[in-house]
């Protein structure tokens, strides 16, 4: 395989599949193929039952710095539709998702991180909103997701300016969770997956669903707990001193 041609690369290892974003000699940007491989990657991800949480992140030393700018122009497809589908996708994946972010993280690649359920950079990461440099109507559900992470005034400020921010502006404003020191990403972030890996899927589904204001499957998810079993085997594992075996996983 040529190591240099743009693609999406993965790997499932302890219940954590790592999806990278490769195109190096773009800054990891997004072509087309490679938006409308994420979907179905993430599909055949979420149908393993293997996996628990998924990462994503970029090859090298950058994160993702927006689409392939050639892409724009190619008449085979529709590049922000397929971009917004790609996002959404990653939106709805069943389990927790983390964004692991260095360098640049700008345009598609903040839309991607975005749509994350988590969001850890290393210090000197940028980040930016960048259609208004190019033109592009931002769709709403994009804009929609950023404001609920940012709060208004700074998706404003990113959309319309289009203008990159740093590590602690980006903590500040909500659009990371955390800011790590350089050389320090790749160890808070194995920690933490398998911190995610270990807990219990039924509360991170059920959470995950409310967080995004559901309110009608209350019902639902008290019947899960009901049939599944796990807070007994939680509260035993927490009496008993050891590590709880939750058995209750997310369906294909």
Known sequence: MDRTEPRLEHTVADGVATVVISNPAKRNAMTTAMWSA???????LAADAAVRV?????AGNTFCAGADISSLRDPAGDPQALAVAAEESLAAFPR???AAIRGYCV???SQLAAAC???????GASFGVTPAKLGIVYSASSTRRLVALTGPATAKHLLFSGELIDTARALRTGLVDEVMP???LDKRVDAYVRTLAARSQLTQAAAKEFATGRTDRDAYWAEQARRSGDTAEGVAAFLERRAPRF???TGP
């Open 38 to 44: 994420l979907p179905r990657l993430l599909e055949r």
């Open 54 to 58: 998924l990462v994503l992140t970029g």
């Open 96 to 98: 927790p998702t983390l």
């Open 107 to 109: 345009g598609g690649g």
């Open 117 to 123: 359920d988590l969001r850890f950079a290393e210090e």
């Open 182 to 184: 350089a050389g320090e």
């Open 247 to 249: 058995t209750w996983t």
